[in-house]
C-alpha cells in the first residue's frame, strides 16, 4: 500500500500558536519522510525532512516528529505567523529503489490569523 | 526561484485535442519528475526521467507520454483529452538518484484547463 494519510485537511491557528499536521503511512519501505510547504500559485518548496533513524528533527520554529512503529509523523509549527499560511503536504519514499518518486498526503490548508 | 522552468504557465483546449507542457530542470540536474495536482486527488506521481532514460512510473494513463531530451529538458505530452485531466501538472528535477538530501526543486506547474 503506497497511501500517505494526512490529516486534517484545514487548519486555523492564531499567530504564536503551534500548528500540528499529522500523518501515516503503511508501506514499510518508505525510508525518506519530507514537508513540503507550498503557497497559491507556487510549486511545493521542501521545508523539512526525516529519515527513520532519528525520532525528531528541528529546524527553527520547524519540528519533525516521527514514530517508526507507529508509522507516523506529524508537523509541528512553534510561534505560526501569518506568512506561514500555506498549504503543507507530507510525504514519503523509498530512497532505496534508486528514485525520490514522493508519495504525497492530500495536504493540509494552513491559515494563521493575526 | 527553484530554476525549474516549465511552459506554457496557463494552457486552455477542448476534449479530444493533444497538448505538450515543457520542463527545463535545474543546471546540472539529470532527473526530472513529473507530477500532476488536483483538487480531490492531490499530487499524484506520473513519471521519472534520469538522463534521457525512464526511471520510475506511476500513475500515468496510456494516453500521456512523457521524454527527457539529450539537453536535459522534458516534455509531457497528453493527448485525447477529457475533462477530468484538467489539473496543475508539475516538473521538478534532482541532481541525482541516491543522493542523502533527496530534495526535489519543483517548478511553478503548467495549469490545463479542458473544456
Known amino acids: 500500500q503506497q497511501q500517505v494519510k494526512q490529516s486534517p485537511q484545514s487548519l486555523i491557528v492564531q499567530k504564536g500558536g503551534i500548528s500540528i499536521i499529522n500523518c501515516a503511512y503503511e508501506?514499510?519501505?518508505?525510508?525518506?519522510f519530507p514537508w513540503y510547504q507550498q503557497f497559491p500559485g507556487k510549486g511545493p518548496a521542501l521545508l523539512i525532512a526525516i529519515r527513520p533513524d532519528v525520532s525528531e528533527k528541528k529546524e527553527g520554529r520547524f519540528t519533525i516528529s516521527f514514530n517508526k512503529s507507529a508509522k507516523q509523523f506529524s508537523l509541528h509549527i512553534m510561534d505560526s505567523q501569518p506568512g506561514d499560511s500555506a498549504t503543507y503536504f507530507c510525504?514519503?519514499?523509498?530512497?532505496?529503489?534508486?528514485?525520490?518518486?514522493?508519495?504525497f498526503g492530500k495536504g493540509t490548508k494552513l491559515s494563521v490569523i493575526p | 526561484d527553484s530554476g525549474v522552468t516549465q511552459t506554457p504557465k496557463h494552457l486552455i483546449t477542448a476534449t479530444g485535442q493533444r497538448v505538450t507542457l515543457r520542463c527545463s530542470p535545474r543546471s546540472g540536474d539529470l532527473s526530472v519528475y513529473w507530477y500532476q495536482q488536483s483538487l480531490d486527488q492531490g499530487l499524484q506521481f506520473l513519471i521519472q526521467?534520469?538522463?534521457?532514460?525512464?526511471?520510475a512510473k506511476g500513475n500515468i494513463l496510456e494516453r500521456f507520454s512523457a521524454q527527457q531530451f539529450p539537453d536535459l529538458h522534458s516534455e509531457l505530452n497528453l493527448s485525447s483529452l477529457e475533462l477530468g485531466d484538467s489539473a496543475l501538472y508539475f516538473c521538478?528535477?534532482?541532481?541525482?538518484?541516491?543522493?542523502?538530501?533527496?530534495?526535489?526543486?519543483f517548478g511553478e506547474g503548467s495549469r490545463l484547463t479542458v473544456l
Open positions: 510525504a514519503a519514499t523509498d530512497s532505496g529503489a534508486g528514485s525520490y518518486q514522493l508519495t
Open positions: 526521467y534520469y538522463n534521457g532514460e525512464e526511471r
Open positions: 521538478a528535477s534532482n541532481p541525482e538518484w541516491g543522493l542523502d538530501t533527496g530534495e526535489l526543486f
Open positions: 508501506n514499510t519501505a518508505f525510508d525518506y
